[in-house]
């Protein structure tokens, strides 16, 4: 029997926190990088707890005209200023947090720059020493949390495409974003089952996940969330939280 913890990313005023909370075990709240405010936080973290879905900050560069999908250069100094001041709104309204979840470029950013995330995981130590991180396998932010007593949870992406490297396939590139669900199910089964994924060029590639995410702003999501945890339950995996 296998089981995986099953997180969304929420709080990014799509309208589909309360439908894709019973499929779900864990989210992760925008708070106010990419999108967010103390009142949007307060909603969700409201419905999450009504359901006994964990909750955690999803921190972001602060552009919301991308969403934070696009890489920024800011000063390490200037980073951490803008992650404390999201985080501030964060723990201000969230006091049961389960886990950190960098967003979207950050995320992908503290794949590969150590320096970039010794920093970050530094903010994250002043508001929550030793809390759950979600991040990528084989990432900095991985190894660098890690050293610095956090508890690394390693995520994959139900409804996102991988490069031969282990990142994910950039959202500009063709075929980026998974959007037939049957695709999705049989990815996310194989990254459970057998720690492996097929990459975008067709290789078979390490894959070592302990959550896993659908994004709430995905196409069909909804629908998705319901076929995945459905093929999960066909496949004698329960959905649980870390």
Known sequence: MYSIDLNCD???GTGNDALLMPYISSCSIACG????TKQSIAATATLAKAQGVRIGAHPAYPDPENFGRKPMVLSLNS????LRKQLDIFFSVCTAVNHIKPHGALYNDLFFDREKAIAVVA???EYAPGIKVYCAPGSQLATV???QGFLVRLEAFADRAYASDGTLVARTKKNAVLIDKQHMAQQLIQIIKSETVRSIKGE???MKAQTICLHGDGVGVVENAAFLVESLKQNRISVEGL
Do not use: K, N, R
């Not at 990088?33 to 967010?36: A, L």
């Open 10 to 12: 929420m709080g990014e």
């Open 145 to 147: 949390a890690a050293e």
């Open 33 to 36: 990088g990419h999108y967010g």
């Open 204 to 206: 078979i590639i390490p």
């Open 123 to 125: 903010v994250f130590s």
């Open 79 to 82: 980073l951490q200023d803008t």
